[in-house]
């Protein structure tokens, strides 16, 4: 991912990129099927065409989701709801790595698609809340280039491990991959509303507060 020159190299920058590395996670196991259909039918005693609704329900459910989550996480610190999806989207990927029949695939697909939603609900707005203002465009841009490098790389890394290793090993190196997530996913963010932050939020936003140079 290449970083913009005005990306601040301070508390920001691991925070950013931890959203960053949510997006990329989301949208590499949301996609992660397209290169894996044709094994992961006739090991499932189904049709690729069949097995093609893996691809189908996370998006469903995301966009379902996303405005229920919105509204259901606004008062809560972000860096407690990434975690979160970050647990639900390793359990996901695992439980699809494991799964001995369609609709248990399926099932944790769905769960895929619940992570979707949430980290879309949320990712676009908080970067910009993490860095000061005169950095929030490159940080963005930066949390949004992980769609990016999902596609050009995260998808393809998943469709080679599928044909070295067997479907079930690029679902299980995706969720090892949103578990490895889980400790960088606590990070400094100010939730909102403000009276609602933790202490150590509310530091946050105080030093932001002050300008640039206290950040």
Known sequence: MTVPPDFPPRPGRPAVLAVAAATFLVVTSEML???????????????????????TVPGLVAALCAPA??????????????????????????????????????????????????????????????????SAGAATA???????????AGVPAGTLIGDLAGWRAAFAVAGALSLARLSPCCCRCCPEPAPRACGACRGCCARRARGPASW
């Open 69 to 134: 989550l919105s509204a259901a996480t606004a008062r809560l610190d972000r860096r407690a709801v990434l975690v979160a999806l970050a647990g639900l989207l390793a359990a996901a990927d695992l439980g699809s790595a494991a799964a001995f029949g369609l609709p248990a695939l399926l099932a944790s697909r769905i769960l895929v698609g619940v992570a979707i939603g949430g980290v879309w609900s949320i990712a676009g707005g908080l970067a910009a809340r993490l860095v000061p203002e005169r």
């Open 33 to 55: 099927p397209v290169g894996l259909l044709t094994s992961i039918g006739p090991d499932l005693g189904a049709s690729a065409g069949t097995a093609g609704l893996a691809m």
């Open 142 to 152: 930066v949390v949004f280039g992980g769609i990016s490098v999902a596609s050009v």
